[in-house]
T-cell receptor, first 113, second 110 residues
Framework: DTGVSQDPRHKITKRGQNVTFRCDPI?????LYWYRQTLGQGPEFLTY????????KSRLLSDRFSAERPKGSFSTLEIQRTEQGDSAMYLC???????????FGPGTRLTVL | QKEVEQNSGPLSVPEGAIASLNCTYS??????FFWYRQYSGKSPELIMF????GDKEDGRFTAQLNKASQYVSLLIRDSQPSDSATYLC??????????FGTGTRLLVSP
């Protein structure tokens, strides 16, 4: 059990560029979550997958954000036309079986210049 | 009213003391409750989870849940400087997503 992994760990981009993040969940976990955390705040839910199906998406998530989990394993989160307000830590978590306990990856810190 | 509320702190305790962290939530339908520890610049690390009213102990940590009063607490016994971190309370309201408080910063002084 290697835990949740995320790539890259840090990303610096210029405003208007597109960025893509990857998350690999714990191998036996079928549920995968994306959260965003800004300084001084708790993580904020973005979206949730069960296997390959995206079952919930936050109303706060603009159309510039899209997430996929095509084979029910790893997931990608893409942000198009980045804005300075997108600067945050993007966290991925997974859970599995009968428990709803979520385990977080190390996060991807995005800085938009 | 925020869904999950925590005092932002900092809560300062001397080494060896008991640290008491509190959290209230607004959704009476909430099913499960979690405490995560987060060091500066790192991701949240699961400390405890609790589903039923009462106390749950794990080593130096005790989680307490009172659904009637809609509060959850975390006690840390024999606090150590390495416990200095932000403690996040999270609530699952039954729709799989976790709703987090803003966290309480704990400082344990040697």
């Amino acid at each position: 059990d290697t835990g949740v992994s995320q790539d890259p760990r840090h990303k610096i981009t210029k405003r208007g560029q597109n960025v893509t993040f990857r998350c690999d969940p714990i191998s036996e976990h079928n549920r995968l979550y994306w959260y965003r955390q800004t300084l001084g705040q708790g993580p904020e839910f973005l979206t949730y997958f069960q296997n390959e199906a995206q079952l919930e998406k936050s109303r706060l998530l603009s159309d510039r954000f899209s997430a996929e989990r095509p084979k029910g394993s790893f997931s990608t989160l893409e942000i198009q036309r980045t804005e300075q307000g997108d600067s945050a830590m993007y966290l991925c978590a997974s859970s599995g079986g009968y428990t709803d306990t979520q385990y977080f990856g190390p996060g991807t810190r995005l800085t938009v210049l | 009213q925020k869904e999950v509320e925590q005092n932002s702190g900092p809560l300062s305790v001397p080494e060896g003391a008991i640290a008491s962290l509190n959290c209230t939530y607004s959704d009476r339908g909430s099913q499960s409750f979690f405490w995560y520890r987060q060091y500066s610049g790192k991701s949240p690390e699961l400390i405890m989870f609790i589903y039923s009213n009462g106390d749950k102990e794990d080593g130096r940590f005790t989680a307490q849940l009172n659904k009637a009063s809609q509060y959850v607490s975390l006690l840390i016994r024999d606090s150590q400087p390495s416990d200095s971190a932000t403690y996040l309370c999270a609530v699952n309201t039954g729709f799989q997503k976790l709703v987090f408080g803003t966290g309480t910063r704990l400082l344990v002084s040697p």
